[in-house]
């Protein structure tokens, strides 16, 4: 079974950035999309950004503009690069990974933006 890691998460002042990665514990093969979702306190787990193969990323509306999904296949990781962080910004960070035979959840990454 393949396991994700997220790391780079921590507390950031407001205007600060932060780097996120998420490591599979080894190559996944076949990977239809990846995503980063967030939960904050008391708040359903929401879509922050996507990619799928070929490069295409989708932001929500909230991130537009500050935050950047990239992946790096030969490393096995993926990352969001989130810039201008705001308080809202806080929460526990999960890395997604879709692939035909399901979806891979990383335990997530403590993100809190101080105001």
């Known amino acids: 079974q393949v396991q994700l890691v997220e790391s780079g998460g921590g507390l950031v002042q407001a205007g600060g950035s932060l780097r996120l990665s998420c490591g599979a514990s080894?190559?996944?093969?076949?990977?239809?999309?990846v995503a980063w979702y967030r939960q904050a306190p008391g708040k359903q787990r929401e879509l922050v950004a996507s990619?799928?193969?070929?490069?295409?990323?989708e932001f929500a509306d909230p991130v537009k503009g500050r935050f950047t999904i990239s992946r790096v296949d030969a490393k096995n990781t993926v990352y969001l690069l989130m810039n201008s962080l705001k308080p809202e910004d806080t929460g526990v960070y999960y890395c997604?990974?879709?692939?035909?035979?399901?979806?891979?959840w990383g335990q997530g990454t403590q993100v809190t933006v101080s105001s």
């Open positions: 080894r190559r996944i093969g076949i990977i239809n999309n």
């Open positions: 997604n990974v879709n692939t035909p035979w399901g979806a891979l």
């Open positions: 990619t799928r193969n070929g490069g295409s990323s």
